[in-house]
């Protein structure tokens, strides 16, 4: 697969993706992120899979933590939302009630992404990225009521985020909290649906990505987001989003 083009935003809780690509996703690896995954094709075609089901729409919808894969070509959204936050928590009840997989109506949330039909001819930055896809999360569900995780696994997701340039344990990132080891486990798992270690190399992987996004190389990248390694950063990264990280040509 020859490498489109990609633009890259981010913000808290929300990341959007505008790619282009021509020639087509059409070796993405079976993966899983521990994000909600809204995709728009907004020119070509986009397929979706998981185990049970294949939906091919403009607009479809993946649960976070569900595995899938994808082939599309053409000019393509990814909006990323983090289950934990409100719209995430309100997202997962309006948009997976049965299946992990959500075809959504073709006019869902067209009108707020077509100004990024325009993203690489008129040179839209990060900011009208995250308004369009902002917008398009909210249109999804305009009253974002779902409720936020416990208290203390805020306070720990928290603390993990800003200290991802050190060594991190579930211990470390929940001091203060009295609860006891097992019980501080339990809580984490049942809040987020992923234990501490495997959260916190997502965290990782999104920080990464991030400073991707703000013009670092990915080898700087990994290494500001405390990957060991570019060669890690880059086998965690296919595991995750189904692609190689390079597939990512940033302008």
Known sequence: MAKGRAKLAMSQGVSVWVLDAPDGFGDAAVHSHHAIQITACLSGHLTLMNETATVSAP??????????????????????????????????????????????????????????????????????????????????????????????????????????????????????????????RHLFVEQTGLAFKTYLLWLRLVRAVHLYSEGQSLTEAAHGAGFSDSAHFSRIFRRTFGLPANTLARL
Do not use: N
Request: aromatic share 4%; net charge neutral.
């Open 59 to 184: 607009v479809v919808a993946v649960a976070a933590d569900a595995r899938h894969r994808f082939e599309a070509h053409g000019l393509l959204v990814f909006i990323f939302v983090e289950p934990e936050s409100r719209i995430g928590r309100s997202l997962t009840r309006a948009l997976f009630p049965g299946s992990d997989l959500a075809r959504l109506p073709a006019d869902a949330i067209a009108a707020q992404l077509e100004p990024l039909r325009h993203t690489f001819d008129q040179g839209l930055g990060p900011d009208a990225l995250l308004r369009a896809g902002g917008a398009a999360v909210e249109a999804l569900v305009p009253s974002a009521q779902g409720p936020l995780p416990d208290a203390r696994v805020q306070r720990i997701i928290e603390h993990a985020a800003a200290h991802l340039d050190q060594p991190l344990t579930l211990s470390s990132a929940s001091r203060g909290i009295h609860l006891s080891p097992s019980r501080l």
